[in-house]
Protein backbone atom coordinates (compact mmCIF):
# COMPACT_ATOMS: atom_id res chain seq x y z
CA UNK A 1 0.00 0.00 0.00
CA UNK A 2 2.47 2.60 -1.20
CA UNK A 3 1.37 6.29 -2.53
CA UNK A 4 1.82 6.32 -5.95
CA UNK A 5 1.50 9.78 -6.31
CA UNK A 6 5.00 11.02 -6.49
CA UNK A 7 5.77 15.14 -5.67
CA UNK A 8 2.02 15.67 -5.50
CA UNK A 9 0.78 17.34 -2.37
CA UNK A 10 -2.67 18.25 -1.74
CA UNK A 11 -4.59 21.21 -0.20
CA UNK A 12 -8.05 20.00 1.07
CA UNK A 13 -10.97 22.70 0.95
CA UNK A 14 -13.66 22.07 3.92
CA UNK A 15 -15.99 20.52 1.49
CA UNK A 16 -13.84 17.77 0.97
CA UNK A 17 -13.99 16.84 5.00
CA UNK A 18 -17.48 17.72 4.99
CA UNK A 19 -18.09 14.54 2.36
CA UNK A 20 -16.68 12.57 4.60
CA UNK A 21 -18.85 12.68 7.28
CA UNK A 22 -21.69 10.13 7.00
CA UNK A 23 -20.26 8.23 3.91
CA UNK A 24 -20.60 4.53 4.34
CA UNK A 25 -17.15 4.48 3.52
CA UNK A 26 -15.71 6.61 6.33
CA UNK A 27 -13.65 5.22 8.42
CA UNK A 28 -11.87 3.80 5.69
CA UNK A 29 -11.34 7.30 4.25
CA UNK A 30 -10.06 8.56 6.93
CA UNK A 31 -7.85 5.84 7.44
CA UNK A 32 -6.43 6.32 4.15
CA UNK A 33 -6.04 10.29 4.67
CA UNK A 34 -4.63 9.91 7.96
CA UNK A 35 -1.69 8.01 6.21
CA UNK A 36 -1.37 11.12 3.67
CA UNK A 37 -1.47 13.32 6.51
CA UNK A 38 1.30 11.34 8.36
CA UNK A 39 3.29 11.54 5.40
CA UNK A 40 2.81 15.32 4.82
CA UNK A 41 0.74 15.09 1.60
CA UNK A 42 -1.94 17.17 2.60
CA UNK A 43 -1.81 20.61 4.03
CA UNK A 44 -5.27 22.71 5.01
CA UNK A 45 -5.05 26.49 5.59
CA UNK A 46 -6.81 27.46 9.23
CA UNK A 47 -9.14 29.97 7.36
CA UNK A 48 -10.74 26.09 5.74
CA UNK A 49 -10.40 24.44 8.84
CA UNK A 50 -12.56 26.66 10.63
CA UNK A 51 -15.33 25.45 8.26
CA UNK A 52 -14.90 21.66 9.02
CA UNK A 53 -17.58 22.49 12.74
CA UNK A 54 -20.39 21.64 10.23
CA UNK A 55 -19.23 17.97 10.71
CA UNK A 56 -18.33 17.29 14.26
CA UNK A 57 -17.67 13.95 13.98
CA UNK A 58 -14.81 14.06 11.29
CA UNK A 59 -13.18 17.19 12.58
CA UNK A 60 -13.18 15.23 15.88
CA UNK A 61 -10.66 12.70 14.36
CA UNK A 62 -8.63 15.32 12.61
CA UNK A 63 -8.07 17.16 15.48
CA UNK A 64 -5.40 14.93 16.71
CA UNK A 65 -3.44 15.31 13.26
CA UNK A 66 -4.08 19.23 13.64
CA UNK A 67 -0.65 20.10 13.88
CA UNK A 68 0.68 18.33 11.13
CA UNK A 69 -1.58 19.34 8.58
CA UNK A 70 -3.52 23.19 9.19
CA UNK A 71 -0.62 25.40 8.66
CA UNK A 72 -0.91 29.11 8.11
CA UNK A 73 1.40 31.01 5.83
CA UNK A 74 1.89 34.47 6.51
CA UNK A 75 4.44 36.14 3.75
CA UNK A 76 3.66 39.20 1.83
CA UNK A 77 3.66 37.08 -1.20
CA UNK A 78 1.64 34.81 -0.30
CA UNK A 79 -1.05 37.46 1.49
CA UNK A 80 -0.96 39.55 -1.92
CA UNK A 81 -2.11 36.37 -3.98
CA UNK A 82 -5.13 36.02 -1.31
CA UNK A 83 -5.97 39.50 -2.53
CA UNK A 84 -5.97 38.57 -6.41
CA UNK A 85 -7.81 35.78 -5.85
CA UNK A 86 -10.53 37.19 -3.93
CA UNK A 87 -10.32 40.75 -6.28
CA UNK A 88 -10.63 38.37 -9.31
CA UNK A 89 -12.90 35.87 -8.21
CA UNK A 90 -14.98 37.98 -5.35
CA UNK A 91 -18.34 36.41 -5.94
CA UNK A 92 -16.66 32.85 -5.02
CA UNK A 93 -14.27 34.61 -1.58
CA UNK A 94 -17.69 35.89 -0.59
CA UNK A 95 -15.88 39.21 -0.34
CA UNK A 96 -18.75 40.93 0.13
CA UNK A 97 -20.51 39.00 3.03
CA UNK A 98 -20.48 39.57 6.11
CA UNK A 99 -18.72 35.91 6.73
CA UNK A 100 -15.25 35.59 4.33
CA UNK A 101 -15.01 32.33 3.00
CA UNK A 102 -12.15 29.67 2.48
CA UNK A 103 -11.91 29.15 -1.71
CA UNK A 104 -9.75 32.07 -2.06
CA UNK A 105 -7.29 30.78 0.70
CA UNK A 106 -7.27 27.19 -0.85
CA UNK A 107 -6.83 28.55 -4.02
CA UNK A 108 -3.53 31.09 -3.00
CA UNK A 109 -2.40 28.30 -0.93
CA UNK A 110 -1.91 25.96 -3.52
CA UNK A 111 -0.62 28.55 -6.28
CA UNK A 112 1.93 29.84 -3.83
CA UNK A 113 3.24 26.69 -2.81
CA UNK A 114 3.59 25.56 -6.57
CA UNK A 115 5.54 28.90 -7.26
CA UNK A 116 7.66 28.24 -4.03
CA UNK A 117 8.32 24.18 -3.67
CA UNK A 118 9.34 22.79 -7.01
CA UNK A 119 9.09 20.21 -8.14
CA UNK A 120 6.40 19.29 -5.77
CA UNK A 121 3.07 20.16 -7.04
CA UNK A 122 0.23 21.40 -5.09
CA UNK A 123 -3.14 20.68 -6.12
CA UNK A 124 -6.72 21.33 -4.90
CA UNK A 125 -8.54 18.99 -3.09
CA UNK A 126 -12.49 20.24 -2.95
CA UNK A 127 -16.04 18.88 -4.11
CA UNK A 128 -17.07 21.39 -6.11
CA UNK A 129 -17.29 21.12 -10.16
CA UNK A 130 -18.00 24.10 -12.79
CA UNK A 131 -21.15 23.17 -14.27
CA UNK A 132 -23.14 25.90 -12.45
CA UNK A 133 -21.76 29.10 -12.23
CA UNK A 134 -18.75 28.25 -13.05
CA UNK A 135 -17.49 31.96 -11.79
CA UNK A 136 -18.38 31.31 -8.34
CA UNK A 137 -16.52 28.25 -8.40
CA UNK A 138 -13.19 27.01 -6.58
CA UNK A 139 -12.23 24.66 -9.63
CA UNK A 140 -12.72 28.03 -11.92
CA UNK A 141 -10.10 29.75 -9.80
CA UNK A 142 -7.77 27.29 -9.70
CA UNK A 143 -7.57 27.03 -13.45
CA UNK A 144 -6.89 31.14 -13.46
CA UNK A 145 -3.77 30.44 -11.12
CA UNK A 146 -2.58 27.37 -12.81
CA UNK A 147 -3.42 24.79 -10.03
CA UNK A 148 -4.90 21.60 -10.69
CA UNK A 149 -8.21 20.62 -8.86
CA UNK A 150 -9.48 17.38 -7.59
CA UNK A 151 -12.25 15.71 -5.80
CA UNK A 152 -11.44 13.45 -2.77
CA UNK A 153 -12.09 10.12 -4.10
CA UNK A 154 -9.92 11.14 -7.00
CA UNK A 155 -7.08 12.09 -5.02
CA UNK A 156 -7.66 8.51 -3.14
CA UNK A 157 -7.25 6.50 -6.34
CA UNK A 158 -4.58 8.40 -7.41
CA UNK A 159 -2.41 7.53 -4.03
CA UNK A 160 -3.95 4.18 -3.35
CA UNK A 161 -4.81 2.67 -6.63
CA UNK A 162 -4.86 -0.77 -5.17
CA UNK A 163 -7.54 0.03 -2.70
CA UNK A 164 -10.17 0.04 -4.64
CA UNK A 165 -11.64 4.18 -4.40
Not at 50 to 68: G, M, N, T
Not at 75 to 97: N, P
Amino acid sequence: MVSAGGHNRYVIDASSWISVEGNPAQNRILFFLGKLIDDGKIQCPPEAWDEVDRCPWVKAWLEQHYIRFVKRISDIEYLMLVGRVTHQFSTMAGARRRKERADQYIVATAAHLNATSNPTRYRVVCEETDTQRPSRKMVTACKAFNVESMSLLEMLREEFPDEGF
